[in-house]
């Protein structure tokens, strides 16, 4: 800050004033609603973590209301949970799970002891949401397998999918190798070499001949 040597007293008024602008600014400055707790390979961890799933089998006690401690979110917006849901989940879609209100309502849970359920239409889109709140230090957030769609297909007979063992693998939904196979029985020759680009110089054609 330049100091103004005519008059001493308006550099120290205005240099003053700028002390008073930091030391209103830091006081007044919000602290994250979030702050990470758990690093990379804490949170790869977590991942492998069977402690950190939901799993399907478990929704009859819920339905049933033989657990009570358990809350669950539906993170899809809300046209579409208006089309179906879980019984008593509650609407709490993707895009509202970080506001303010959310957060306390996520900590009170946690402060209660509740178990919190997140699910998407498929566990895909629940994955994001589940692993963030698991690194914010919300550990009593699980993840549904499978999802909705998983739900909806074994609704009827919830217990039965305690011995599926395909619910924790990831199924490709296309065969690649078949789509990237030669088609109509042709033969890929691994073997013959790439033949070289040949590039040739292109004559320099002469200057314009004749004159005026």
Request: proline residues 4%.
């Amino acid at each position: 800050m330049e100091i103004n040597e005519s008059n001493p007293w308006k550099t120290l008024i205005a240099l003053s004033v700028f002390i008073l602008i930091l030391i209103v600014g830091f006081f007044t400055m919000r602290t994250p609603l979030l702050t990470y707790k758990l690093d990379m390979k804490q949170s790869i961890k977590e991942m492998k973590n069977s402690d950190a799933y939901f799993y399907p089998w478990q929704l009859n006690g819920v339905l049933s209301k033989e657990t009570n401690n358990v809350v669950i979110f539906d993170i899809r917006n809300s046209f579409v949970y208006g089309q179906g849901h879980i019984p008593g989940a509650e609407n709490l879609s993707a895009q509202e799970l970080t506001k303010e209100e959310s957060i306390e309502r996520l900590e009170n849970l946690k402060d209660q002891k509740f178990t919190v359920v997140l699910y998407g239409e498929d566990q895909l889109q629940a994955n994001g949401p589940w692993m963030l709140f698991r690194q914010v230090g919300f550990d009593n957030v699980k993840v549904l397998l499978g999802g909705y769609q998983y739900y909806m297909q074994h609704k009827n007979n919830l217990l039965a999918t305690k011995n599926d063992p395909e619910i924790q693998k990831e199924v490709a939904k296309c065969d690649f190798a078949k789509m990237a196979a030669p088609k109509d029985g042709a033969v890929v020759k691994t073997s013959e070499a790439k033949k070289p680009v040949e590039v040739s110089r292109r004559k320099k054609s002469g200057g314009a001949s004749g004159g005026c």
